[in-house]
């Protein structure tokens, strides 16, 4: 058996992720997690979409987590939805009133998702959008990405991201508006119409 000095951080090989497997059941789903925004809000959008693979196969083990500021764009501060109680630890969820920002949400067995949440502001120069990140079996390594929100062209034509994109790929960013405060966004992990995922350093 071979021993690695830990001491020496340039001494450790990076390890592999491990691959995401067919368990979200446990720990990491939770009942309501795709419902962000306060039960009864007037405000409230719903965005969903399926998460297919490079053969636009649905996925139905994948889960896909969101976080986007209020429609003020300020960062909410809040408790999240893994709320515990004091007393016995046990799961208390969401309290339904405060706009925590976050969400987890498990697609079904036909691969498709769904959240109820508020439009969120601006951050800084970037046009509106919702923070998305995607687990699937088979990726080493979770997806990130931006679903943006239709609306006013002329912020989305200015958005620093989408700028250095060419027009073709903005669609993979950009949700469709189906009406009545409802969004399509698809996730395509790879092949013809892939999401452009982001890389952070």
Known sequence: ?????????????????????????YALTFPSGGDIAPLGHPDTITVQGY??????????????ELWGPAPDGQVP?????????????????????????????QTDANGHWYTRTLRPGALGRNAPY??????????????FTRIYLPGDEATLAADPLLARLDEERHGTLIAAD??????????????????????FQ
């Not at 999240?80 to 987890?104: K, Y």
């Open 1 to 25: 058996m071979t021993k690695i000095d830990t001491s020496r951080p340039q001494s450790v090989l990076p390890s592999p992720s491990h691959t995401v497997g067919l368990f979200y059941g």
């Open 51 to 64: 998460v297919y693979d490079g053969e636009v196969n649905p996925l139905p083990d994948a889960f896909v």
């Open 77 to 105: 501060r809040v408790d999240g939805s893994m709320r515990r109680d004091p007393a016995t630890g046990g799961h208390l969820g969401r309290n339904s009133v405060e706009f925590t920002g976050w969400g987890r949400i």
């Open 130 to 143: 919702l923070s998305a990140c995607v687990f699937s079996h088979g990726l080493l390594v979770h997806l």
């Open 178 to 199: 189906e009406g009545r405060g409802t969004y399509r966004f698809d996730i395509r992990l790879q092949g013809q119409g892939e999401t452009v995922f982001l890389e």
